[in-house]
């Protein structure tokens, strides 16, 4: 096992720092607080098999076929999207889904280019049957760490299904405010969007239950939730979040704000389903950091989907753009993603 790894690191040096592909336009991010990222990176997986877990497809004589030189330049890609983010500066805070395990995001930020940058993460194993989880990458100089821990989700009793960890960190930015953060990936749509819905209320649910436990302890809480949800703004799963009051001990009950929900841009989703963009990775947050008190805020704007022209191919079957992706189907496309990021800037209060 030791061996494995010291080979993959050493393979790593031969990568060289590469900057952002052309066509590449520098993000406008004068002035923020602090940068947040989230990405649903599409199968990030080592090409080890991991008995614990369905993986054998994302291995060298899987049906994929999964090389080491395919997962470099999968990481290599990564880099590409973290620092073209953020103009040389990624972003501050990056959520991350679909990563396999701890060695995948050790080599991002440490066998890689991106070790310049000095990042840390945050994961923990979590029981999806393929052994993807989500994760949180953080620049030390700018992201003070306080606590982080695995949420488990308890779905319907009906079903046997298992799903991945919500991931819970509170971090101190550098306004010297403190965000409660949530990183998501709910139950996909695969059996059936009407099948699958209960699935994602559960999720639902048990973060609900969570942020009421942390008002109980502070109201004023500041609370960002970012993820893939597999369901759009609208859908009765988000709103299970976005449409409750959660009292708290004074006068006021917060309420959390789904950016995404009256989103419009050239690009209006961050996933294409059929020739149809889908906003599906989201970011909500508590409503005092809408309403311009305290320490840091939103703009208006703070939220976009992150979509550079070499993140986009041309859609030959639908018209238009979609995501450049990994894969298409089984066949290895060498591309980024098969979902776009999303962006939220902070900035300092007034």
């Known amino acids: 096992m030791k061996k494995s790894i010291l080979l993959i690191s050493f393979a790593f040096l031969a990568f060289s720092c590469q900057k952002p592909p052309t066509g590449f336009v520098p993000e406008e991010n004068a002035g923020e607080a602090c940068r947040i990222m989230f990405w649903n990176a599409e199968n990030l997986f080592d090409c080890r098999n991991d008995s614990l877990t369905q993986d054998e497809e994302f291995l060298p004589n899987g049906v ?89 989700v308890s779905l319907s009793a009906e079903t046997s299904s298992v799903t991945r960890d919500i991931l819970f960190a509170r971090v101190k930015i550098i306004t010297g405010d403190t965000l409660s953060v949530f990183i998501n990936h709910w139950p996909s749509k695969y059996g059936g969007a009407g099948i699958t819905e209960d699935l994602r209320e559960s999720v639902a649910n048990t973060l609900s239950k969570n942020i009421n436990k942390l008002l109980d302890k502070n109201p004023y809480e500041k609370i960002i939730i970012m993820g893939d949800f597999n369901d759009p703004p609208e859908s009765s799963s988000l709103a299970i979040l976005a449409n409750k009051k959660y009292p708290t001990a004074s006068n006021e009950s917060q309420t959390l704000v789904n950016l995404a929900k009256d989103y419009t841009d050239p690009i209006p989703g961050s996933y294409k389903f059929d020739g149809t963009w889908q906003l599906i990775d989201q970011i909500l947050v508590s409503n005092n950091l809408v309403t311009n008190r305290g320490a840091t805020c939103l703009k208006p704007n703070s939220f976009r989907v992150f979509a550079p022209p070499f993140l986009l191919e041309r859609d030959e079957k639908y018209g238009g753009s979609k995501p450049f992706r990994t894969y298409t189907g089984f066949i290895y496309h060498g591309g980024f993603s098969d979902h776009l990021p999303i962006i939220l800037d902070l900035f300092a209060g007034q």
Not at 73 to 80: A, C, D, L, S, V
Not at 132 to 142: C, E, F, H, M, R
């Open 64 to 152: 994929r076929s999964w090389t080491l030189a395919r997962y470099k330049q999968k990481i290599n890609n990564m880099y590409k999207v973290f620092i073209a983010a953020g103009d040389w500066n990624p972003p501050d805070l990056i959520g991350l889904c679909e990563i396999e395990n701890k060695s995948v995001l050790y080599d991002l930020v440490k066998n890689s280019p991106f070790s310049y940058y000095n990042y840390r993460f945050i994961h923990y194993d979590s029981p999806d049957r393929r052994g993807i989880d989500v994760a949180l990458l953080y620049n030390p100089s700018t992201i003070v760490v306080l606590s982080d821990t695995a949420i488990t």
